[in-house]
Structure formats: C-alpha cells, structure tokens
C-alpha cells in the first residue's frame, strides 16, 4: 500500500488523515522485519518530533483493527507488528529475536487442507518457528 491507497483507505473509512498517522502507516505498511513500537518511534521522532508513543500505539491498535496489520505478541513481553497479512509462517530467532516471512505454496495448500477439515474459515492465523539464525548460530 502507497502513501495515495493509505490516504483513501482512511477517508473511505471515514478517518482522519494526519501526517503523524500517515507516516506511521506508510511506516509500518513498508516494512518486513515486523517493528516494536518503540522501534516506530525512534525512526519517526526526528521527522515528527511531537510525535508520541501514545500516537503510535492509537495508530498501530487501529491498523489491527481495519485488518492491515497484525500484532505478534510474545511470551517475554514483547510485542512486534507485521503488515504482511497473507499466509505466512514466522521464522523467529530464538536468541536474537529477527523474524522472517517464509511463504511457500506447500504452506497454503496444508492451510486449505486444514480449513477444509475444520468445517470454517477462521479469523485469522498464526504459525511461528522457533530457530537460531545464520548470524546466532
């Protein structure tokens, strides 16, 4: 999604177009090594230096909630965002904690095989893989 499809995303929704949330969401939207919010910050604050955690987190909640994004929360605490919200599996680094997309076409047709078993489209899905990366090896 570009700058333009975000700007009418928003105003067909009925929402209001700032440029605090337009940059967290051409941000967040651009991105493939699923951000914190801190990390959204720290990259913003100089462009947008009134820009506040708490207007990251109001953005970030809201993208969830329109489906463009989703949130990945993990047992230490921490809390990372992905935009991409096709099928995917997670490949987390145990030790460094970088995620990866991995995406193969064996992995959607086991996800239909398992829609077609359950008897209903679920909501939503999430795999992750546990590993130690090339660069913690």
Known sequence: MDTNDVINFFREKGLKVTSQRLAICTF???????????????????????????TIYKTLHLLQELG???ELGFNEGSVRYDPDME???????????????????????????IISDL???????????????????
């Open 28 to 54: 967040i939207l651009s991105r493939k090594d699923h951000p914190t919010a801190e990390q959204i910050y720290q990259e913003l604050r100089n462009e947008y230096p009134t820009i506040s955690l708490g």
């Open 68 to 70: 463009l994004i989703q």
């Open 87 to 113: 099928l995917h599996i997670n490949m987390v680094c145990s030790k460094c904690g970088k995620i990866s997309d991995y995406k193969a076409e064996n992995v959607e047709k086991l996800w239909s095989a």
């Open 119 to 137: 008897g209903f489209k679920p909501k939503g899905q999430r795999i992750d893989i546990y590993f130690e990366c090339n660069d913690c090896k």
